[in-house]
């Protein structure tokens, strides 16, 4: 009888662990420009991909993009348009005005889940020169700690060592 139970209790907790993959949000995969890099001339447009489709509604901007100049004021962009897992937006105004320097790009996206997601992303506009310069001492960056499909060790770790811990309780009582 009491193996029974902890065979159910083992059971529903690996229910609970596999339960949890469904919350997942959408996570960002790339940009162009890319994030971090100096590019020689400003772009025309930001795109940003993620790893699943966004959320479309029709009269509401659920997903949006912002551009941010060197000096912190905001750069006026289209409409961010969505297609599948990717979003984009134009540049307004003329890009060649725009000075060389550091911009920011944020973002605030909404995946199938409902969930919103905010990030940022940034990248430099230099003159040919600086881009060298610049680009012999790379930022290393940090990796975040996921399996290749994107399973968050860091998130499971606890139901692991819960599952160590009952597999040893087993273990003992069975030498008993």
Same mark, same amino acid.
Request: proline fraction near 7%.
């Given at each position: 009888?009491?193996?029974?139970?902890?065979? $159910?209790k083992?059971?529903l907790?690996?229910?609970?662990?596999?339960?949890?993959?469904?919350q997942?949000h959408? #996570? $960002?995969?790339?940009?162009?420009?890319?994030d971090?890099?100096?590019?020689?001339?400003?772009?025309?447009?930001?795109s940003?991909?993620?790893n699943?489709?966004?959320?479309?509604? #029709? #009269?509401?901007?659920v997903?949006?993009?912002?551009?941010f100049?060197?000096d912190?004021?905001?750069?006026?962009?289209?409409?961010?348009?969505?297609?599948?897992?990717?979003?984009?937006?134009?540049?307004?105004?003329d890009?060649?005005?725009?000075p060389?320097? %550091?911009y920011?790009?944020?973002y605030?996206v909404?995946?199938?889940?409902g969930h919103?997601? %905010?990030?940022?992303?940034?990248?430099?506009?230099?003159?040919l020169?600086?881009?060298?310069?610049?680009?012999?001492?790379?930022?290393?960056?940090?990796?975040?700690?996921?399996?290749?499909?994107?399973? #968050?060790?860091?998130?499971?770790a606890?139901?692991?060592?819960?599952?160590l811990?009952?597999?040893?309780?087993?273990?003992?009582? %069975? %030498?008993?």
């Amino acid at each position: 009888m009491l193996r029974r139970t902890v065979h $159910f209790k083992l059971a529903l907790l690996l229910l609970l662990l596999t339960g949890s993959a469904a919350q997942a949000h959408a #996570d $960002f995969v790339s940009s162009n420009p890319s994030d971090g890099s100096v590019v020689q001339s400003f772009p025309s447009e930001i795109s940003l991909t993620f790893n699943e489709e966004l959320l479309t509604l #029709d #009269d509401e901007s659920v997903n949006t993009i912002s551009l941010f100049g060197p000096d912190g004021i905001e750069i006026p962009l289209s409409s961010a348009v969505v297609t599948g897992a990717n979003l984009v937006a134009t540049v307004a105004g003329d890009v060649a005005a725009l000075p060389a320097g %550091k911009y920011r790009v944020s973002y605030r996206v909404v995946s199938a889940d409902g969930h919103p997601v %905010k990030g940022e992303i940034s990248f430099e506009v230099a003159p040919l020169e600086e881009i060298a310069t610049t680009q012999a001492t790379p930022t290393p960056t940090p990796t975040p700690l996921t399996q290749p499909d994107g399973v #968050d060790l860091g998130a499971i770790a606890p139901f692991l060592a819960i599952i160590l811990i009952i597999g040893a309780v087993l273990l003992i009582r %069975k %030498k008993r």
